[in-house]
Nanobody, 126 residues
Framework: QVQLVESGGGLVQAGGSLRLSCVVS????????MGWFRQAPGKEREFVAV????????YYANSAKGRFTISRDNAKNTVYLQMNSLKPEDTAVYYC???????????????????WGQGTQVTVSS
């Protein structure tokens, strides 16, 4: 059974940083693109970033460009999301997800990801 477990969320002041981690078990981690999504209260889940199998290719939502960095360590079955210069509008539950579509690049659409973590809360105070 595939498991994705996020950690690293919390409360931070605007301008601060957090690093989210997602450990994957139960599948061949290096054969799947990994993505981060987020969902704020009353809003739809939205794409944040995606990274290809080997980490050579990344893609970001406009809201994340220049502030967030997605990376992965295939030896540790872990994907990360480094978030800098956080803003109150970044407040959301952040989810990691795995996809096998469009290998090795993945997708920006939530519907293409078939395995999801439980989410970790990120709250940015002003």
């Amino acid at each position: 059974q595939v498991q994705l477990v996020e950690s690293g969320g919390g409360l931070v002041q605007a301008g601060g940083s957090l690093r989210l981690s997602c450990v994957v078990s139960g599948r061949t981690f290096s054969s799947y693109a990994m993505g981060w999504f987020r969902q704020a209260p009353g809003k739809e889940r939205e794409f944040v970033a995606v990274i290809s199998w080997t980490g050579d290719h990344t893609y970001y939502a406009n809201s994340a460009k220049g502030r967030f960095t997605i990376s992965r360590d295939n030896a540790k079955n872990t994907v990360y999301l480094q978030m800098n210069s956080l803003k109150p509008e970044d407040t959301a539950v952040y989810y990691c997800a795995a996809t096998g579509v469009h290998p090795p690049y993945g997708s920006t659409y939530a519907r293409d990801f078939d395995s999801w973590g439980q989410g970790t809360q990120v709250t940015v105070s002003s």
